[in-house]
């Protein structure tokens, strides 16, 4: 892992969703400004698709997808002192996250010199705060989103006996862009920023595209832009039921109101009024100091997630909207959240440049194990393929390269396979819903 000053730091993430990668490419290039990125994207329900990852527009040195088994069996043969990296990035749910240290404690058995082993959360924590915290124990370095969190998560760790030396406070690694200036060269433009489960329900979502629609309607002078994570039949961090793509043209839209993807910050140049339920769009564009409104139709709720942002100063209804409300952001709000911070990853890049430069690093120890957590602990690596020691369960021992053929009738049968699930998702699995409710 030793490397000589004049060298790209190398960073490899792995990544099981399309909002991950962004995070975690992101975070690699905040620890350094000079990167050689790796992607590794793992395998699953949600592994980014070919338009998902362009959109995103982040290139790599390398881009594969990969099993469990395989990326271990990589992080193992990259040992060498040549091979290897100097960081890993885990950006993925806690559950792997669990499974990826105690493999990789495994793989570096023995092994004194081995990568640093970041990790953290993609957005606002507003739920399973022990469960993913406890899940993500044993890295190096995990990151916290505002000061907010980072005083969160310390207490939990102690309140476990866990070590807190890895919490570090961070910001938000995709907060950037142009402070938010009015223009006369376009319309008023209001953006909703959808999510895919907040709402989940086909009512709710309904109600809130009807809303979006009917502004549309009431303000012909202003632009709605209905801002997409995914098309249909496309996986983000969370499974999509009930598109908007296909409540809002139910609902005959007038010609102000378009749907959009692309980059949320090419939208939020455009953008004078951010409305959402609780998307981190919502902190992407208070970065920006563009006014932003956070959805109260539907309640303030943990379950919505929209409970993170008491205090901020944003919340509105559609009738508020409606009549012309334009929220202002509360700015010592602002700061305790980590929008904005000065320096902000500054204490980052400190605490990955001392660990990358030791001479032996211990490896990974997580706080759940055979004794802490028999009962829990041996279902979560068997999810990824793993067996108690974290070592690959058989039958999920690591792939060679596949040839020509076979990786194209593999390919073949992969995507059908995600496809009959999607469709099962988001249309089979409703109606047995409804089935259960008779």
Same mark, same amino acid.
């Given at each position: 892992? *030793?490397?000589?000053?004049?060298?790209?730091?190398?960073?490899?993430?792995?990544?099981?969703?399309?909002?991950?990668?962004?995070?975690?490419?992101?975070?690699?290039?905040?620890? =350094? =400004?000079?990167?050689?990125?790796?992607?590794?994207?793992?395998?699953?329900?949600?592994?980014?698709?070919?338009? *998902?990852?362009?959109?995103?527009?982040?290139?790599?040195?390398?881009?594969? #997808?990969?099993?469990?088994?395989?990326?271990?069996?990589?992080?193992?043969?990259?040992?060498?002192?040549?091979?290897?990296?100097?960081?890993?990035?885990?950006?993925?749910?806690?559950?792997?996250?669990?499974?990826?240290?105690?493999?990789?404690?495994?793989?570096?058995?023995?092994?004194?010199?081995?990568?640093?082993?970041?990790?953290?959360?993609?957005?606002?924590?507003?739920?399973?705060?022990?469960?993913?915290?406890?899940?993500?124990?044993?890295?190096?370095?995990?990151?916290?989103?505002?000061?907010?969190?980072?005083?969160?998560?310390?207490?939990?760790?102690?309140?476990?006996?866990?070590?807190?030396?890895?919490?570090?406070?961070?910001?938000?690694?995709?907060?950037?862009?142009?402070?938010?200036?009015?223009?006369?060269?376009?319309?008023?433009?209001?953006?909703?920023?959808?999510?895919? =489960?907040?709402?989940?329900?086909?009512?709710?979502?309904?109600?809130?595209?009807?809303?979006?629609?009917?502004?549309?309607?009431?303000?012909?002078?202003? #632009?709605?832009?209905?801002? @997409?994570?995914?098309?249909?039949?496309?996986?983000?961090?969370?499974?999509? #039921?009930?598109?908007?793509?296909?409540?809002?043209?139910?609902?005959?839209?007038?010609?102000? @109101?378009? @749907?959009?993807?692309?980059?949320?910050?090419?939208?939020?140049?455009?953008?004078?009024?951010?409305?959402?339920?609780?998307?981190?769009?919502?902190?992407?564009?208070?970065?920006?100091?563009?006014?932003?409104?956070?959805?109260?139709?539907?309640?303030?709720? #943990?379950?919505?997630?929209?409970?993170?942002?008491?205090?901020?100063?944003?919340?509105?209804?559609?009738?508020?909207?409606?009549?012309?409300?334009?929220?202002?952001?509360?700015?010592?709000?602002?700061?305790? *959240?980590?929008?904005? =911070?000065?320096?902000?990853?500054?204490?980052?890049?400190?605490?990955?440049?001392?660990?990358?430069?030791?001479?032996?690093?211990?490896?990974?120890?997580?706080?759940?194990?055979?004794?802490?957590?028999?009962?829990?602990?041996?279902?979560?690596?068997?999810?990824?393929?793993?067996?108690?020691?974290?070592?690959?369960?058989?039958?999920?021992?690591?792939?060679?390269?596949?040839?020509?053929?076979?990786?194209?009738?593999?390919?073949?049968?992969?995507?059908?396979?995600?496809?009959?699930?999607?469709?099962?998702?988001?249309?089979?699995?409703?109606?047995?819903?409804?089935?259960?409710?008779?």
């Amino acid at each position: 892992m *030793q490397k000589s000053s004049s060298d790209p730091l190398r960073i490899t993430v792995l990544a099981d969703s399309d909002t991950r990668w962004k995070w975690g490419a992101l975070t690699a290039r905040r620890i =350094s =400004s000079d990167v050689r990125l790796d992607a590794r994207l793992l395998r699953g329900r949600a592994t980014p698709t070919s338009r *998902q990852l362009a959109e995103i527009g982040i290139p790599a040195e390398t881009m594969r #997808e990969v099993t469990a088994a395989e990326f271990l069996s990589e992080a193992a043969r990259g040992r060498a002192a040549d091979g290897g990296c100097d960081v890993i990035v885990l950006a993925c749910v806690g559950g792997t996250v669990q499974a990826m240290l105690h493999g990789l404690a495994r793989a570096w058995e023995g092994t004194g010199r081995r990568p640093v082993v970041v990790t953290g959360y993609v957005g606002v924590v507003y739920e399973k705060l022990a469960d993913g915290l406890l899940l993500r124990a044993g890295a190096d370095v995990v990151l916290a989103n505002s000061a907010h969190d980072a005083r969160r998560f310390r207490d939990t760790y102690t309140g476990v006996g866990a070590d807190t030396a890895g919490i570090v406070e961070t910001a938000l690694p995709f907060l950037e862009g142009a402070p938010y200036r009015t223009s006369e060269d376009r319309p008023f433009t209001v953006t909703f920023a959808v999510q895919p =489960s907040a709402p989940e329900g086909r009512a709710d979502r309904t109600y809130l595209a009807r809303r979006a629609v009917e502004h549309a309607r009431r303000h012909p002078d202003r #632009e709605v832009l209905v801002k @997409l994570r995914s098309k249909p039949g496309e996986h983000t961090t969370h499974i999509e #039921e009930h598109p908007y793509q296909k409540l809002v043209a139910k609902l005959g839209p007038p010609d102000n @109101l378009r @749907l959009v993807y692309g980059h949320m910050g090419e939208v939020l140049d455009r953008t004078d009024l951010l409305v959402t339920v609780s998307s981190t769009a919502a902190l992407e564009s208070l970065h920006r100091s563009i006014p932003t409104a956070v959805l109260t139709d539907l309640g303030i709720r #943990e379950s919505l997630g929209n409970h993170h942002f008491l205090g901020s100063g944003c919340f509105a209804s559609w009738d508020q909207l409606d009549e012309g409300r334009v929220p202002r952001a509360d700015p010592a709000w602002l700061a305790a *959240q980590g929008v904005a =911070s000065d320096n902000p990853f500054g204490a980052l890049r400190e605490r990955v440049g001392a660990l990358a430069a030791a001479d032996e690093l211990p490896p990974p120890a997580p706080y759940y194990t055979l004794l802490t957590a028999p009962g829990y602990l041996p279902g979560v690596l068997a999810r990824h393929g793993l067996d108690a020691k974290g070592e690959p369960l058989p039958g999920a021992v690591a792939e060679r390269e596949p040839g020509a053929l076979r990786r194209v009738l593999r390919d073949v049968a992969r995507n059908t396979a995600r496809t009959a699930y999607r469709q099962g998702v988001q249309r089979v699995a409703p109606v047995i819903r409804r089935w259960g409710q008779l």
